[in-house]
């Protein structure tokens, strides 16, 4: 395994040409990259992550120079969409989330403005993924959540004054995007999986193993993610490995993921995490890194 410090991912030359997740989402890896990073396969031909989310990992592997060729997707449709938008018209989605962040601004009532754009709904690929970064900006703590139905159902965040459209940060995502030749697919996670090969690199993430019933944070989607997936995820990461995947999963360290893992290597870490309602309850997450490779 590669040995990637916090040092070097966060080195000048590096944070000059950075990318970073272009939206705030629950279950960000940004406190666990230097854990991660240090697991990265010094050689591996694909590179999946089927848990997308934010694209911490995919974005900081980029970032210390590796190149390779990566398979991207995840269950929500508009988040893939996102994506997609940021590879093939950069420009398009600036321009549109430019005039978003000015009629915001000079809005009567923001709050207002807020729920009208909650509210709507757009067939338009480029307006749908700029009303996703506007929500995500402007939404309560910047928390991606939907309801049953599957709408997105965060109360307006009151900021004074957020940063709708980071347009540097876009052009250097889709340049992320663009060098690693990135499939993007809107796609269950096992759909994804049994396309890797032997020497692929896979990194799971899937959504939180709540502590308690009160703590989950598993509605990204409709359909959520419950135990028995959970135990189904482990056995596909058992069949990675025996396939000859480098396989890297990350989850909250809990009495059932730590029997799930038991047979790998496993490392415990406690991190920060950003997106809770109360201040207090972001600090002193125990969260397990497992790696599994074939000898």
């Known amino acids: 395994m590669v040995q990637f410090s916090e040092n070097t991912l966060l080195s000048a030359d590096t944070a000059k ?40 990992v995919f974005l900081a592997i980029y970032a210390v120079g590796r190149r390779f060729n990566a398979v991207l997707s995840d269950v929500n449709a508009e988040l893939i969409n996102a994506y997609e938008i940021i590879k093939e018209a950069p420009e398009d989605l600036i321009r549109v989330l430019s005039k978003l962040e000015d009629e915001y601004s000079h809005s009567k009532s923001k709050s207002s403005y807020f729920y009208e754009m909650r509210r709507a709904q757009s067939t338009d690929p480029i307006r749908s993924a700029a009303r996703l970064l506007f929500l995500n900006k402007t939404c309560y703590n910047g928390l991606y959540r939907v309801n049953s139905r599957g709408e997105f159902n965060v109360p307006f965040g009151r900021y004074k004054n957020p940063r709708i459209v980071d347009a540097e940060n876009i052009r250097t995502v889709n340049k992320a995007l663009q060098e690693t030749k990135a499939q993007l697919r809107r796609s269950d996670y096992k759909t994804i999986l049994s396309c890797c090969h032997r020497g692929d690199f896979v990194y799971l993430d899937p959504p939180y193993q709540p502590k308690s019933n009160t703590s989950s944070f598993t509605d990204y989607t409709p359909g959520g993610f419950s135990e ?62 497992v790696v599994g490779a074939l000898d």
Do not use: M
């Open 17 to 56: 040409r950075r990318p970073l997740p272009f939206v705030k989402w629950a279950g960000g890896k940004g406190s666990l990259l230097s854990h991660i990073l240090r697991h990265v396969p010094d050689r591996f031909s694909s590179y999946y992550e089927p848990f997308l989310g934010g694209g911490a």
């Open 228 to 289: 028995n997936d959970q135990e189904e995820l482990a056995k596909q990461f058992k069949r990675l490995v025996e396939r000859g995947c480098n396989v890297l999963l990350s989850n909250s360290e809990t009495p059932l993921t730590a029997r799930l893992y038991a047979e790998y290597e496993t490392k415990t870490v406690t991190v920060n995490r950003p997106i809770n309602s109360v201040g207090s309850g972001r600090t002193g997450y125990k969260e397990l890194i």
